[in-house]
């Protein structure tokens, strides 16, 4: 059975794109493992700390090397993703031996999806630029379909995201197709 890993770019509790992931896994079902990763505990990239590496990024790694695939759910902040996933992304294009850039890393080759919840542009710009920058890492990505979502009224006065049937329907096709894909 195939491992997916969810990562989702929001720390808060409440998120929508955490809510987004939970409604893919009801389509994933038992068609495959998915874990979430836990990755508050990542320091910031500091080649100071680099090697050894931190704990929290080698639980990262383990976690990333583990999986077939990796499905990122992700806000659009200022027209880009938010800094602890370009974080967390440049732990995973680090060489795991220091000064060993022959070595690809965990991220390298790794099947890669993503979907976002946000404004009204629907997390266009930052999974453009999570695209180029996976592609820089070299990892393997999906590049459609892809699912973005514009938030409606509800959940910016509300807290309550509701997605219509045509995003239920597209979250369920790129579900399906990232599957095929790993």
Known sequence: MKNILF???SLRKGSFNRELAAEVEKYIGSRANVTY???ADVPLMNQDIEFPAPEAV?????????ADGVWLFTPEYNMSYPGHVKNLLDWLSRPLVAGDYATPTVINGK???MSGAGGKMATAMCREKLTELLAFFKADIMKEPQTGVALNVEAWTEGRMILTPEQLSSLKAQADAFLNFI
Do not use: N, P
Request: proline residues 0%.
């Open 111 to 113: 099947k890669v999806t």
């Open 7 to 9: 990562i989702v770019g």
């Open 37 to 39: 990763l836990d990755y």
């Open 58 to 66: 080698t639980a990262l790694r383990g976690a990333v090397e583990k």
